[in-house]
């Protein structure tokens, strides 16, 4: 893991405090967990993904944010048929720019076995400044391009640069899938995106007390367009914000999910499973 990435993992969660939250009630029909990070939890991957399955939550995707972790996630992938993996440089990290070497590293790992998506990658207008966003959306054509030429689908992070993400998608030629992975989005950007054809993919601050705006665009976001995330460990999902996440956590969020969309848990839980399936492959 990079120095970068390491200080501002720990900045942001030094708010942290407490257990892993007890699991919750299983699904009656399994899902899946589209974004998490197996690398920067505490827990053993064989037991994060002991504790998911005994929840109903049978796959996962586990995620890269520079080429050290997009390795490890890649190596985890092969060696745990329940998990694939995504590898890229993440725009906090591509914010200082990336050599030719490291792009065609990560065109390399994105072609192996069990790695199914290209990202996270994307633009994060919050924490990098404004003389460092040419460098992120440089990055963030040539993930465009690395998704194309893969077949792999093309995994956003869009934080507060939503109108630069969908200019670039659409200048470049987005790829045949798209996922926003924790869409931050209301629900005029939502419908933006189901226009377009990308997946939106929710996480657990869609279940926080201030998100919303973001339960409105997830109430509109068509059902075939949707996918359910923890980010773990990150955006753990109410009533445990601040703990530790994993991905046995999906079912809090996609109950909080089907109860926002009026649906039923086991139809919302299909459905994210096929659309799983349809976005990164069959397992």
Not at 198 to 204: I, L, R
Request: proline letters at 7%; glycine letters at 8%; charged letters at 20%.
């Amino acid at each position: 893991m990079s120095a970068k990435w390491g200080v501002d993992w720990v900045a942001r969660n030094s708010g942290r405090v407490g257990d892993p939250p007890p699991p919750p009630d299983p699904l009656a029909v399994p899902a899946v967990d589209a974004h998490c990070h197996l690398d920067l939890m505490d827990t053993p991957v064989a037991e994060a993904v002991a504790a998911a399955r005994a929840v109903g939550i049978t796959r996962m995707v586990t995620v890269g944010v520079d080429l050290e972790t997009s390795r490890w996630q890649a190596e985890i992938a092969a060696a745990h048929p329940e998990v694939w993996a995504a590898v890229a440089i993440h725009p906090n990290e591509a914010a200082s720019g990336v050599d030719e070497a490291t792009f065609e590293a990560i065109a390399k790992l994105a072609r192996a076995d069990g790695v199914v998506a290209v990202g996270e990658t994307g633009l994060d207008y919050f924490r990098t400044p404004p003389e460092r966003h040419a460098a992120q959306q440089e990055s963030f054509r040539r993930h465009i391009a690395i998704a194309k030429e893969t077949g792999r689908a093309l995994m956003i992070h869009d934080r507060e640069a939503h109108d630069d993400t969908l200019r670039i998608l659409a200048a470049e030629g987005a790829p045949e899938r798209v996922v926003f992975h924790a869409f931050s989005g209301d629900a005029a950007m939502a419908r933006t995106c189901a226009d377009a054809g990308y997946v939106m993919s929710f996480a657990g601050n869609v279940t926080f007390k201030n998100a919303g705006e973001l339960r409105a665009a997830a109430a509109v976001a068509p059902r075939d367009l949707l996918l359910v995330e923890t980010d773990a460990p990150y955006l753990t999902p109410a009533p445990w914000r601040g703990r530790p996440g994993g991905p046995y956590l999906v079912p809090l969020t996609l109950r909080l999910l089907a109860q926002t969309r009026g649906e039923q848990v086991d139809d919302l839980a299909a459905a994210v499973a096929a659309n799983a399936e349809r976005t990164f492959g069959p397992w």
